[in-house]
């Protein structure tokens, strides 16, 4: 089983940047196809960002495409989301997840606590 801690989320203006990290413990992080995922009041999480377990594969919410890089590190045990241009409507709790493939959260068992993001206009 995988700890996952989510951490760089805050207050920015409309334009700015955030850089989200994702760190796990509890087992090796490379063994897991990593995803972000985002969720605001009332509505259901919604995919972000998917990256596979070696690096090489990313696929983007067409939402974020161009604005939003994911990545990972295996030595570090951490993923990160590197959002630039940010939007008001990018205002969310961020989640990331371990152990899916795909871009729904019911197939990720691991789940991190989750790190608010707050663009203002």
């Known amino acids: 089983q995988v700890q996952l801690v989510e951490s760089g989320g805050g207050l920015v203006q409309a334009g700015g940047s955030l850089r989200l990290s994702c760190a796990a413990s509890g087992r090796a992080l490379s063994s897991y196809v990593m995803g972000w995922f985002r969720q605001t009041p009332g509505n259901e999480r919604e995919f972000v960002a998917v990256?596979?377990?070696?690096?090489?594969?990313?696929l983007y919410a067409d939402s974020v495409k161009g604005r939003v890089t994911i990545s990972r590190d295996n030595a570090k045990n951490t993923v990160y989301l590197q959002m630039n241009n940010l939007k008001p409507e990018d205002t969310a709790v961020y989640y990331c997840?371990?152990?899916?493939?795909?871009?729904?959260?019911?197939?990720?068992?691991?789940w991190g606590q989750g790190t608010q993001v707050t663009v203002s206009s």
């Open positions: 990256i596979g377990w070696r690096g090489r594969n990313t």
């Open positions: 997840a371990a152990g899916g493939s795909g871009t729904e959260p019911s197939e990720y068992p691991y």
